[in-house]
C-alpha cells in the first residue's frame, strides 16, 4: 500500500521525550510505501526539534524521497478548495490531501475528521 503520512502521525511517532517510530517502522516491514510531502515537512519541522528527532526523520524518511508539492499538486488542491464548503483556514491540510490523490495514496492522519469531506480522498485507517 501506499501512504502519504500527515504531520499528526510524524508528530506522535518522532517527537517528545521517547519517539515512537515503531507504527511507521511496522508499516515499511509490511511492504507499505511511505511518504511524506514537503508541506508535512514544513508543518513538522516548524516546531521545536531536537537534531535526534531531525535525524530519525531523515532515516525513515530521506530527502530525495520527499514528496514535492508542485504544479500537479497546486493544481489539485486548487480544486479541491474551490469544492469545498469551508475551506478556509484548512489550506495546508488541503493541500496534504491534494499530494496524496495526486500521488495514488491513502492519507495516514490521526485527525481524520480534518480530512473526511475532502473529495477523492482515502484515508488510511491506521
Not at 506522535?12 to 515512537?20: E, M, S, V
Not at 530527502?63 to 469545498?84: C, H, I, K, N
Request: aromatic share 8%.
Amino acid at each position: 500500500m501506499k501512504l502519504h503520512l500527515d504531520t499528526s502521525v510524524l508528530i506522535d511517532a518522532l517527537t517528545g521525550p521517547a519517539p515512537t517510530p515503531d507504527p511507521i517502522e511496522k508499516r515499511i516491514r509490511a511492504g507499505d510505501r511511505l511518504f511524506i510531502s514537503t508541506l508535512v515537512l514544513f508543518e513538522w519541522l516548524r516546531g521545536p526539534r531536537t537534531d535526534a528527532e531531525r535525524a530519525l526523520r531523515v532515516s525513515l524518511f530521506p530527502d530525495p524521497q520527499l514528496v514535492v508539492f508542485g504544479l500537479e499538486e497546486a493544481t489539485r488542491a486548487a480544486g479541491l478548495y474551490r469544492s469545498l464548503l469551508r475551506p478556509r483556514q484548512r489550506e495546508v491540510d488541503i493541500a496534504i490531501a491534494a499530494c496524496a490523490i495526486e500521488h495514488g495514496a491513502a492519507l495516514w492522519t490521526l485527525n481524520p475528521e480534518d480530512f473526511k469531506d475532502i473529495p477523492g480522498l482515502t484515508l488510511y485507517p491506521g
